[in-house]
Nanobody
Framework: QLQLVESGGGLVQPGGSLRLSCAAS????????IGWFRQVPGQEREGVSC????????KFADSVKGRFTISRDNAKNTVYLQMNSLKDGDTADYFC??????????????????WGQGTQVTVSS
């Protein structure tokens, strides 16, 4: 069974940067679309970004467009979310998710099969 582990979260000042990693085991990530989601306690989990299995398609939520990028390193079986120009509103628990689809980029929670445990990002001065 595919397992996902997020890392790279932490405390950062507004305007700073973090790179989140989603490392997979039990499967090869280039067979999966990968999504990044975030959730604030008491609120709905929302899609942040996605990347298709072959990396031909990427999408970003309007709130992060131009600030975040998503990429794969197939040799490391890892997907990254580079977060720049961070704002207070980016504070959340960040999750990666995977689903075995080809040439699709998906942004809904209910479209994904496998989830990591999450990593906390706090943007504060």
């Amino acid at each position: 069974q595919l397992q996902l582990v997020e890392s790279g979260g932490g405390l950062v000042q507004p305007g700073g940067s973090l790179r989140l990693s989603c490392a997979a085991s039990g499967g090869t990530l280039n067979y999966y679309a990968i999504g990044w989601f975030r959730q604030v306690p008491g609120q709905e989990r929302e899609g942040v970004s996605c990347i298709s299995n072959e990396s031909s398609i990427t999408k970003f939520a309007d709130s992060v467009k131009g600030r975040f990028t998503i990429s794969r390193d197939n040799a490391k079986n890892t997907v990254y979310l580079q977060m720049n120009s961070l704002k207070d509103g980016d504070t959340a628990d960040y999750f990666c998710a995977a689903v075995p689809v080809e040439a699709m980029c998906l942004m809904r929670v209910d479209e994904y099969d496998y989830w990591g445990q999450g990593t906390q990002v706090t943007v504060s001065s």
